[in-house]
């Protein structure tokens, strides 16, 4: 069983930034696929961006330009850069890790991130 913690969301102005962090419980951490979803109130759960062990990436079309996910596979920790905030970014933003070859998920518990004037 994988623990992942979530951590870094908060309110913030459109236009602003946050930086997301999830640090999974593994010794195996390289030999996961990261990524983040995001899902609003009363909306399905959407993929931001993932990133595999190897360091490719893959963005939802929304938040090209914007987003950058990275890893640290010595902290155990993936990281989601969030720049140029809108309030259509709103959501509880997940951090899921998919084991390579038997494609075991585990998911965060999620940390809100609100874009507010």
């Known amino acids: 069983q994988v623990q992942l913690v979530e951590s870094g969301g908060g309110l913030v102005q459109p236009g602003g930034s946050l930086r997301l962090s999830c640090v999974a419980s593994t010794n195996n951490f390289n030999t996961y696929t990261m990524g983040w979803y995001r899902q609003a109130p009363g909306k399905q759960r959407d993929l931001v961006a993932t990133?595999?062990?190897?360091?490719?990436?893959n963005y939802a079309d929304s938040v090209k330009g914007r987003f950058t996910i990275s890893r640290d596979n010595a902290k155990n920790t993936v990281y989601l850069q969030m720049n140029g905030l809108k309030p259509e970014d709103t959501a509880v933003y997940l951090c899921?890790?998919?084991?390579?070859?038997?494609?075991?998920?585990?998911w965060g518990q999620g940390t809100q991130v609100t874009v507010s004037s």
């Open positions: 990133i595999t062990r190897g360091g490719s990436t």
């Open positions: 899921k890790a998919q084991k390579i070859i038997t494609d075991i998920t585990y």
